[in-house]
């Protein structure tokens, strides 16, 4: 399991859309991923349970990756969190 | 914050089991609702229609659940919600999860709102199966009320999530 912490950058934080985006892109992969906000860990292919985080911009979440292409997904899901330009 | 169901039912923006042609009309009729209580301007609604014309049915949020929206931006007035139930469900366009005959429409004030109010607690409800059941089941719009007022007291209570 690897695992990555970092602040949301993306402007609109993660709701509808963008909550529907990374559930998107983690369904291309194989491994088990988790987000977790605090003490609340939630499977990364779950819209509602992500919704549910009410993630904002500013928020520190972790990314739990999982499985054979563990690495790539790591990098394609912080590319959603934090999208190119927007990084700190 | 605020509780979305308290501002759903202080607004009076309910209907249950409408006809709608497709998801444009569903949209529309509940659209309308939010127009004339005053919790959005009519270029809110547009802009829900014409959003998912360019990228498709973002705001399908769960099998048979659509959560209208769009931006502050666009023309909210207030925050608020309306509910509409279908009695034959339409088709946006969602694989996964159509046809819906569940649409909870939301319209935030501002970001924050948006984010910490109206998407988790929407989110909570539609991850229920008790209480997305017990909203398909409602005859009228009292059966509506009875069913958002116990999903906010088992809410409040910490029962869910």
Redesign the interface.
Known sequence: MIEKTLEVTNE??????PA?SFVKEVKKFASEIHLAKGDVEVPGKS???I??????KGDVVSLRCSGSDEGDALEALAAILQPEGETP | MASFVERLIESDTIAVGLTAADWEDAVRIGGAMMVNKGLAEKRYIDAIIENHKT?GP??I??PGIA?P?AKPENGVLKTGYAVVTLSTPVEFGDEENDPVDILIFAGAIN??E???EA??Q???L??SEEYVEALRAAPDKAGIVAVLRRFAAALDAGEL?
Not at chain 1, 51 to 56: D, F, P, S
Request: proline share 3%.
């Open positions: 609109e934080g993660l709701h509808t859309r529907n819209l509602l349970k919704m549910k985080l009410g993630i904002v | 990228i973002y705001f949020v769960a959560m929206h970001r924050e948006h984010n910490q998407i988790p929407i989110a909570e539609c991850d999530g």
